[in-house]
């Protein structure tokens, strides 16, 4: 039996929303989809959530033994100011103040993205499309949305008849929005002349003579929408009909709209089958954006240089704080949340440091334990379901944290020297010391952190810790107990263990 058999994934789906089962399209395999970054300027830590909500949600689809193949691709073209079919492009626009040609912006912030995604230890994800790579597929599916009367083509550029759309489809069905309202509410702009509905979207736009980024196309010169993009690649790399597709909160509408309208039109299929949305990153209450000006980068918060931030904290740090919150509730960004975040992360991470050491001297059987020693075999068991019962129920990282800390506590206490681990079931044991390193490392993404390089601190303790044993030894105890304070001063503990091995704990 697979695990994801034996803990099925809930989630919320923001299509039905509803939680509903996940029950793969192929079984044992995932396909999903994120929209990545628009890359024209450097990723402040809102967007950083967003990559790492899913890449969270990817991990635990692979612990549970899926076969995932994830695919977040790159907005280089398309994008507008604003967000809509007016404006300059984003790239275009950083290109032409910084006199450089859009591919130098793009591969700068590109790599400026990477970057960041390693420091929070966010995985690449299986494929990383980029638009401009995929122009001539999009050129194809508006050429058929065009043959099935579904978009029509003014003055070189081509727009999605969302009227006619929602004559045999319901457009709004992920936001919950009805075309009437849409009709209503919807903004005017410049490009409204050539539009038969203001709802109406681009899935091409002619080039002015001044655009820098233009492709040629059955209509003319010009480039495609930024809705457009997304469809052909999801559906070029996980087929017509997909498992999940996953953004920010801030896609849902028009974005993802419009991709559903889209992949249903051209495919006559529902494209996705489970759409999940991660909430906001805001600061004081409002969505952290570069254009409010209330945005930071990562870099500023791992070196404290913001002038909201009170120090810097390390990515490992920052990363346990977002997860701390449920992906789908906001995550209000505060100085004394990321304080409170560093002191929770020492300590699940000391006893990650110590749990890798542990071993357990005598095998036992549950068959011959004493009462204490099965309580705790059956409250290890109770832990070790917990884990994988939260993240299942729609991959609940706050309340899986919740059951790691309380697992800390029972390493703490074996570490201590009050629990003992020969009282314990051996399989049981074992599946819990695996459980708590998976759960950390796989899962959560969580390295250990001791402010340095792990092997190198523990190489000097242990020769500070052996010359203890040595003075002692030589009963020369004011030298003993000398080394002891010292370290204790700069923050190092060092504990007797039950069987006169000596450990050290790092306070936090
Ligand atoms: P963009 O580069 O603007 O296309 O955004 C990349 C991703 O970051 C999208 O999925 C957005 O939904 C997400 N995003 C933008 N701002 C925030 C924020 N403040 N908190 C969380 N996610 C965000
Ligand atoms: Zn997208």
Redesign the pocket.
Known sequence: MKLYEKYPIHLSNSLSGEKEKFESITPGFVGMY????????Y?????????LTFDTISRYFRFLEYKVRYVRNI?DVG?LEGDVDEGEDKIGKKARLEQLEPMEIVKRYTEDFHSVMRQFNILPPSIEPSATGHIVEQINITKKLIDLGLAYEVNGSVYFDVKKYNQSHHYGILSGRNIEDLMESGRDLDSQDEKREKIDFALWKKASPQHIMRWPSPWGEGFPGWHIECTVMSTKYLGETFDLHG?????KFPHHECEIAQATGANGKTPVKYWIH?????VNGQ????SLGN?FLPSELFSGSHALLQKGYSPMTVRFFMLQSHYSST?DFSNDALNAAEKGFKKISNSLSFIKKMTQPISSLKSQLSSNGLDLTNNMERMIKSCYETMSDDFNTAKLIATLFEMSSTINRIKDGVLFTDQIDTATFNDFKSTYIGMMEEVLGLKEETGGNNDLLDGTINVLINLRKKVRTDKNFALSDKIRDDLKAIGIQLKDGKDGEMSYEIES
């Open positions: 994120v929209c990545g970054p628009t890359v024209y300027n990723v402040h830590l809102g967007n950083a959530r967003t990559f907005t994008h953004g920010g909160m801030d896609l991660s909430n906001m990153l805001t969505k952290m954006s570069k945005s995550l």
